[in-house]
């Protein structure tokens, strides 16, 4: 599958890259293989095929979810130098 200057061009505004002249033919050719294998990819057969997340048949060991820390908030909220009902206040950066 080829693709011509003009849509290689029309890509290149769109990404808003610059491609030089003397890349054009080059940038064309790699395109027209990506478009090439996408082709390839898309008539494989994949009837009774599966869908799988991940490749591998590894299994992912996940932890217990306890909590390991002590809640601090009191603690920290004393530090802070202004809070109000549990908010830290802080000066205003936005107009």
Avoid: C, W
């Avoid at 080829?2 to 064309?28: H, M, W």
């Avoid at 027209?32 to 008539?43: N, R």
């Avoid at 601090?72 to 936005?94: C, H, M, S, W």
Wanted: hydrophobic fraction near 35%; proline fraction near 4%; avoid cysteine.
């Amino acid at each position: 599958m080829t693709v011509d200057t003009q849509t290689v061009e029309k890509l290149a505004e769109l990404a808003r890259i610059a491609i030089s002249k003397e890349t054009i033919d080059e940038v064309s050719n790699r395109l027209g293989d990506v478009l090439q294998l996408v082709d390839q990819l898309q008539s494989t057969n994949t009837d009774g095929i599966a869908p799988m997340a991940h490749p591998l048949d590894e299994v992912q060991e996940l932890r217990t979810d306890t909590v390991t820390e002590t809640d601090n908030r009191e603690d920290f909220l004393t530090l802070a130098p202004q809070t109000e009902e549990g908010l830290y206040l802080v000066p205003k950066v936005i107009d």
